[in-house]
């Protein structure tokens, strides 16, 4: 590998990434009251401390330099190419940003974004209709803007695995399945049966694998 790619951080890649990921999230999530700005900026944090790393400091390889070094002496630990850690694990024989795993990847944060679009579509249409989300992903699951953005995330970490996305993206899951139970109690509030009824035949998040998702 070419010294020249040292250590030195992309901050701008960086930014750009960042703005890119967290832009068009924005675009299809629209995030209006405090609930949804809890979910977006906890998505936020975690694609701004991914590119952070990727493209900036790179914390996982400081903190287990001694033995990526010695795993790998003829690779520099510091440069951008050495970030991509299936690729540094798989031998670092190829480019990086033309494996399959890059594409593969890359079709998961886009299932994502698909996702959260046909949710948001169908939510906003059910809003001013003032009735329960029932169509397009609503018809599968209780809450695809979650799920999608779950998506997206695992899509990222898919592809740039790193110590802090790897430990962040967890503790998320818990606070998007916390936030889904506290919507749907104020739901109930709110719809009493009608949301008892629709909840009954669709899960919260996995879709069912047999029978009418309604």
């Known amino acids: 590998m070419n010294d020249v790619d040292s250590g030195q951080a992309q901050w701008s890649l960086a930014f750009l990434n960042t703005g890119v990921f967290v832009g068009f999230a924005y ?10 700005w809890k979910v977006f900026g906890a998505y936020s ?3 701004a401390a991914l590119f952070a790393e990727v493209y900036g400091f790179p914390l996982t390889f400081f903190l287990f330099h001694a033995w990526l070094s010695a795993a790998f002496p003829d ?3 510091f440069g951008h190419e050495a970030r991509h850690l299936w690729w ?3 031998g670092g024989r190829s480019d990086p940003h033309m494996g ?5 990847s890359f079709a998961i944060v886009f299932a994502g974004f698909l996702l959260l679009a046909m949710a948001w579509h169908a939510l906003e249409r059910a809003q001013r209709r003032e009735e329960i989300a ?5 018809r599968r699951i209780r809450h695809p803007q979650y799920g999608a ?4 995330m695992l899509g990222l970490l898919f592809y740039w695995p790193t110590l802090p996305s790897t430990l962040l993206l967890p503790l998320l899951v818990v606070m998007y399945v916390r936030l889904a139970r506290s919507e749907e ?3 109930i509030r709110e719809r009493g049966e009608a949301w008892r009824s629709y909840a009954a035949a669709t899960p919260r998040f996995l879709p069912a694998l047999h029978g009418d998702c309604r």
């Open 45 to 47: 944090t975690f694609v």
């Open 75 to 77: 690779v520099n630990m």
């Open 100 to 104: 399959s795993l890059r594409f593969l």
């Open 88 to 90: 540094l694990l798989w």
């Open 185 to 187: 109690q104020e739901l």
């Open 149 to 152: 953005l779950i998506i997206i």
């Open 27 to 36: 675009s299809f999530f629209k995030p209006s009251t405090a609930r949804d």
């Open 134 to 138: 029932s169509t397009g992903p609503y």
